[in-house]
């Protein structure tokens, strides 16, 4: 990958979202209200791209040679539960970096090492709620993930940096993956392929869920288990724009004006 000149520079900002999900809460596939306190995202060695052609990120090509890479400080840990109505996104870091069309973003998810969040790489505690039930939990990752994506798809044009300029880019975290959206109907395709909220309820103590993805392995039948790793894959995005899981992805390449 090549350097850019350090003039003709903006400012590129990366931010996080959970949508209005992590933020007001959703129900799930199976009839569950979720409202969470905490969705806490560890995030590391995230890099924008400049790439010509554009990264298509539903096969297995590799970056060209010829991207421009630009790194965004980190690690950091943030909360996507905690953006509001003025702020639907959460701040993870930017960079001077050179004019030109940001297209592709990608990102690691180790395990915390430190904070409310430590030895996870996501950690989503709240309340559920059905039919009167009332169960609060707490389910933590220990599965480190990574995502490389193309283009950010939504209803503004993102990554477009004027020198003298700022642009943003997004990681996008579609909690629908994995419970499922209630809006839907029961054969649609993001609910017959979302883990639900029931396998967890069926596991419920006496003073809520506090799972792991270690606990699941060994508590779960196999089809649930697998069907959880499964949805894991597909929890990263850019807006819409869609990621492919990719945890031992090479960023060491990456540079910065």
Request: proline share 6%.
């Amino acid at each position: 990958m090549k350097a850019s000149p350090a003039a003709n520079q903006g400012t590129l900002t990366v931010r996080a979202n959970g949508e209005e999900r992590a933020r007001e809460g959703l129900t799930t596939k199976d009839g569950w209200s979720l409202d969470f306190s905490h969705v806490y995202v560890s995030l590391a060695e995230i890099n924008a791209y400049q790439i010509e052609p554009a990264f298509d990120a539903s096969t297995d090509a590799p970056l060209p040679d010829t991207a421009v890479a630009i790194a965004i400080p980190g690690p950091t840990v943030v909360d996507l539960a905690m953006a509001g109505q003025d702020t639907k996104t959460i701040l993870v870091g930017e960079t001077p970096a050179p004019a030109g069309k940001f297209n592709a973003l990608s990102w690691q998810m180790p395990l915390a090492a430190a904070g409310p969040a430590q030895g996870y790489s996501m950690l989503l505690e709240g309340m559920a709620t059905k039919n009167g039930q009332t169960i609060p939990f707490k389910l933590g990752l220990k599965e480190q993930l990574g995502f490389i994506c193309g283009d950010f798809v939504g209803d503004e044009r993102k990554g477009v940096l004027t020198a003298g300029g700022k642009a943003d880019l997004e990681a996008t975290f579609h909690l629908d993956h994995l419970f499922g959206e209630g809006k839907e109907p029961a054969d649609s395709d993001i609910n017959l392929s979302a883990f639900g909220f029931a396998p967890l309820a069926a596991l419920a103590q006496e003073k809520g869920i506090d799972l792991n993805s270690e606990d699941l392995q060994a508590q779960l039948g196999e089809a649930d288990y697998q069907t959880f790793l499964q949805v894991l894959a597909n929890l990263g995005h850019v807006g819409e724009g869609h990621c492919r899981q990719t945890p031992k992805f090479n960023t060491t390449t990456s540079v910065n004006p």
